[in-house]
């Protein structure tokens, strides 16, 4: 998950980039930074078909590879959904997603996405 230079942005691209930043925010421990490895967490490969993490969605925005903000949501809820079914639901990372996914969810409420209209036409 190298990060690329920063090429030409869409007006979708740059919304996108704001929600990530807002969303990692909500990651201090950053947990969710980078791919989790085999090595941190046995047998996540087998168990986690699509994995996820906030570097892959940066990379996925800088090659604009998310039509709508609705494509980068699916990223990010697979993201949280995997935690919560590789996780017991009392550790750590299991309660940080859940929360993590409320705070996303409620980021891209229609009442909330003010930002989302202005910076795209
Ligand atoms: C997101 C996730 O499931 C996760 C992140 C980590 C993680 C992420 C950064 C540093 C250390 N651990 C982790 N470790 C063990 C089991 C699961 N995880």
Known sequence: ???????????????LE?????LEMRDPQQF????VTDNIAPGYSAIITHPMDFCTMRQKVDDNQYKDLQDFMSDFKLMCTNAMQYNQSDTIYYKASKKLLHAGMKLVQPDKIGWL????P
């Open 1 to 15: 998950c190298v990060l690329r230079q920063r090429q030409e942005r869409t007006p979708l691209q740059r919304a």
């Open 18 to 22: 704001h929600l990530l930043k807002k």
């Open 32 to 35: 969710f930074a980078w791919p």
């Open 117 to 120: 209209i202005t910076l795209t």
